[in-house]
């Protein structure tokens, strides 16, 4: 861990890139090559092998020595027994950032070679990610990892996200991607041999770009020097750390991923309550909880919550899940089922909580105003509603109009309602979701249009009630963190 907060700048907008190792193997580091090209960043393949001249039309380098320019940051595509050489040759030029693409140190039982790798470190001043990692994507800076994978300004957001897990870092940009989340900053870390998660934490607290920080971490040198560093920065945003290594079997596991051992997860627990750093137990949770604090919905003030479904069952489904994990699911007052009985008769319906609204839910004004009208009930202080995309062909034919009418009426309708919301400063979150209820092409393209056109209006759709319980669960206990901090009790 660093003892000074490092200067991330040439890291995050390089100006000029150094990518050692490119070949025409396109698995291997050529692709940092083409990620970056057209991107306003200077490129220099490097390759000791004579017989490349030249790279996706660029010149290529024997050694990063015989570059004129000053390198921002470097990417690392050689064979494991090269990087300590690569390495050296900085000690005679300036490579203020560098990504070790490259794995099989400690992680696959060479530890004498990650050692090797860490004394050359020692003796030059360059910053290193990795070794064993895919690197960084910044939007912004119109870096990234992957060619495929979007890299301008217009699509950078507001979460930051660390990894240990490389496959893990693609999988969450790429999935909530597709949730209509994006990111400010991404780091693949791996080994961490040298810059760790400690370090990036300090930049974060004061980046005005990062609204929240993700982590999927298996191990740390340093735990409780790193929870010290989440507890500096919770106060101010959420942290979210998914931990791997949780069982017997994923603990062993991690020394053969990061070769690190993962610390004890009923320890970490502890730890985090200290911190304020929210625990994620798997992707799917953490998924959730990014995606609420990237667009930003209220934190629940208790864990009073109300349920407002279309169907019995939905509504029954869902008040077991709430009362299991722990919540409260108050019984709504008179005037506010008075409220509702003025526009919706008590026929194959039922207003307490949860309340089941029947087929009169379909009905987009009658449903979004019935939502409206338990938000303002003072026994609630979170609602789920839920909204079957899927089922939008069948119940356009009652209204008759098709089925994209529908789905717009009823986008406008929930867009009205959480704008109204805001506008008489109700404070009280509003959570959709959308369950699967089939399998088919057909319920997938409804499903991911409603979705897509939401998330264009800052409306997250959230797909399991069950994860969403355990997100929402988790952002009521920080936000009694924050309260405790607040009033000095932390």
């Not at 991404?186 to 004061?206: C, E, M, Q, R």
């Not at 991690?254 to 625990?279: D, P, R, V, Y």
């Not at 004004?365 to 009930?377: L, M, P, Q, T």
Request: glycine share 8%; charged share 25%; aromatic share 12%.
């Amino acid at each position: 861990m660093s003892e000074h907060p490092v200067d991330f700048t040439p890291l995050f907008y390089p100006k000029t890139m150094a990518v050692i190792g490119a070949s025409t193997n396109p698995v291997g580091a050529v692709k940092y090559v083409k990620a970056h090209l057209n991107t306003g960043i200077k490129i220099f393949p490097v390759n000791s092998n004579p017989k490349y001249t030249e790279l996706e039309g660029l010149p290529v380098f024997r050694s990063v020595v015989d570059i004129k320019e000053d390198i921002d940051l470097a990417i690392i595509g050689v064979p494991k027994e090269f990087v300590p050489g690569v390495i050296e040759d900085f000690q005679r030029k300036v490579v203020k950032f560098a990504i070790i693409f490259t794995s099989g140190f400690k992680e696959s039982g060479r530890d004498d070679l990650e050692k090797a790798v860490l004394a050359m470190m020692k003796t030059v001043k360059t910053r290193f990610i990795g070794p064993n990692c895919l690197g960084i994507y910044h939007p912004k800076g119109r870096v990234t990892y992957f060619p495929t994978f979007p890299a301008t300004p217009d699509v950078a957001g507001n979460v930051s996200f660390i990894s240990q897990s490389g496959g893990h870092t693609a999988k969450t940009n790429w999935y909530l991607y597709t949730r209509g989340v994006r990111f400010a900053k991404t780091i693949s870390i791996g080994n961490a041999a040298d810059l760790t998660p400690h370090d990036f934490l300090p930049y974060f607290k004061d980046d005005p770009d990062t609204a929240v920080v993700g982590y999927y971490l298996e191990s740390s040198k340093d735990g409780r020097a790193f929870l010290k560093r989440v507890r500096e920065i919770t106060p101010v945003k959420p942290v979210v750390i998914w931990k791997g290594g949780q069982g017997s079997v994923g603990y062993k596991a991690t020394a053969s991923h990061t070769g690190e051992l993962a610390g004890n997860f009923k320890l970490w627990l502890a730890m985090a309550k200290q911190s304020g750093a929210i625990i994620a137990e798997d992707f799917d949770v953490m998924a959730d909880l990014l995606a609420m604090f990237s667009f930003k919905i209220q934190l629940p003030r208790s864990n009073r919550i109300a349920i407002v479904a279309c169907g019995g069952g939905n509504a029954v489904e869902t008040a077991d899940i709430f009362e299991a994990g722990g919540f409260k699911i108050p019984e709504l007052q008179d005037e506010t089922k008075k409220r509702i009985g003025k526009f919706i008769p008590e026929i194959n319906s039922a207003f307490t909580n949860p309340v089941d609204l029947g087929e009169y839910g379909y009905v987009p004004e009658y449903f979004a105003n019935a939502v409206s009208i338990v938000s303002r009930d003072p026994n609630i202080d979170a609602i789920v509603y839920i909204k079957e995309s899927s089922r939008f062909p069948m119940f356009s034919v009652n209204f008759l109009m098709s089925a994209e009418e529908y789905e717009l009426k009823t986008i406008k309708t929930l867009v009205d309602l959480h704008e109204k919301n805001k506008k008489e400063g109700r404070d009280i979150p509003l959570y959709l979701n959308d369950p699967f209820i089939a399998e088919d092409l057909e319920s997938l393209r409804w499903r991911v249009s409603f979705r897509d056109k939401l998330a264009t209006k800052g409306i997250p759709v959230f797909n399991r009630v069950d994860v969403l319980m355990k997100a929402i669960k988790k952002a009521e206990e920080y936000q009694r963190f924050l309260v405790d901090v607040k009033e000095g009790r932390k």
